[in-house]
């Protein structure tokens, strides 16, 4: 549904949608949040991992895991190459 032809556009004047449409342009995509939320669960498997067996390698990527998508912007491309990235050290350092 656009926005003309939603209910609310013949609420609106000219600027006012177009303001509308400029904020709703930075809000991140479903995939992006999607990915987010999981990327942010596997870091807090993983730091809970880590902390209990004292393994700090883990716990540190744990975190990283958990807080890296604040810095990436709005790329979901970077959110996964990050995030693949993070989880193969992970996989990398699971026997330390």
């Known amino acids: 549904m656009s ?18 449409s400029s904020l709703l342009s930075f809000l991140p995509s479903p995939a992006y949040i999607a990915l ?7 870091g807090f498997v ?13 716990k540190w990527l744990g975190i ?3 807080f890296y998508p604040y810095l990436i912007g709005s790329s979901v ?3 996964v190459a990050v ?4 989880c193969g050290a992970l996989y990398y350092y699971r026997g330390e």
């Open 3 to 20: 926005a003309t032809s939603s209910p609310f556009a013949a609420a609106l004047s000219g600027d006012e949608q177009q303001a509308v």
């Open 83 to 86: 995030g693949a990235g993070l």
């Open 64 to 66: 990283a895991l958990m």
């Open 46 to 58: 993983a730091y809970r991992f880590g902390k209990k067996m004292g393994r700090n390698i883990t």
């Open 77 to 79: 491309f970077l959110l």
């Open 36 to 42: 987010s939320i999981m990327f942010g669960l596997v």
